[in-house]
T-cell receptor, first 109, second 113 residues
Framework: GIQVEQSPPDLILQEGANSTLRCNFS?????LQWFHQNPWGQLINLFY???GTKQNGRLSATTVATERYSLLYISSSQTTDSGVYFC???????????FGSGTKLNVKP | DTEVTQTPKHLVMGMTNKKSLKCEQH?????MYWYKQKAKKPPELMFV???????INESVPSRFSPECPNSSLLNLHLHALQPEDSALYLC????????????FGQGTRLTVV
């Protein structure tokens, strides 16, 4: 299977700060997603980003498929951004998602 | 509509009980998944259904029995569980069994006593 490394494992920010989360894959993936897991356990889709760059409000993501990594940028963080962020990917034509171990973000007011 | 609905949200069951978890999606997705998530860990894949047929079983104990009655529904039947099976159970679906964007339900938090 694929090994997925996420960094950092824990992150504490002051409200308003910016941050970058990283996800490295041991093999090429064709389906890459970023999720935010809220305190109630729901995994919320942030980005489906096999390659390239996308932006959604204060969040943006970049995947460099040839170098097997993806970045999630959070700007002007808010307390509601707190939670665990996961990246996950799957191999081409194989519907098994491999999750990273997550980044736990705590945004303080 | 990108909603996957799971019921119940919470479940407490004894080790001799039989219960079922339900998952429903109306997005026309042809792949559905069950994941198990323990505290402070990432979700772990249990089962994958593609076009209503079981395509992946990640060596899950037989006390967990999946069922896909139709393309919109996915069940997980539970029997003779152990306390260590207590976890958050997540259902997901994706349009293409070959692997496309997956959408997750809000999960069922299961406690086995």
């Amino acid at each position: 299977g694929i090994q997925v490394e996420q960094s950092p494992p824990d992150l504490i920010l002051q409200e308003g700060a910016n941050s970058t989360l990283r996800c490295n894959f041991s093999d090429s993936v064709n389906n890459l997603q970023w999720f935010h897991q809220n305190p109630w356990g729901q995994l919320i889709n942030l980005f489906y980003i096999p390659s390239g760059t996308k932006q959604n409000g204060r969040l943006s993501a970049t995947t460099v498929a040839t170098e097997r990594y993806s970045l999630l940028y959070i700007s002007s963080s808010q307390t509601t951004d707190s939670g665990v962020y996961f990246c996950a990917g799957s191999l081409y034509n194989f519907n098994k998602f491999y999750f990273g171990s997550g980044t736990k973000l705590n945004v303080k007011p | 509509d990108t909603e996957v609905t799971q019921t119940p949200k919470h479940l407490v069951m004894g080790m001799t009980n039989k219960k079922s978890l339900k998952c429903e999606q109306h997005m026309g997705h042809r792949a559905m998944y069950w994941y198990k998530q323990k505290a402070k860990k990432p979700p772990e894949l249990m089962f994958v259904y593609s076009y209503e047929k079981l395509s992946i079983n990640e060596s899950v104990p037989s006390r967990f029995s999946p069922e896909c009655p139709n393309s919109s529904l996915l069940n997980l039947h539970l029997h003779a569980l152990q306390p260590e099976d207590s976890a958050l159970y997540l259902c997901a679906s994706s349009h293409d069994p070959g692997g496309t964007e997956a959408f997750f339900g809000q999960g069922t938090r299961l406690t086995v006593v």
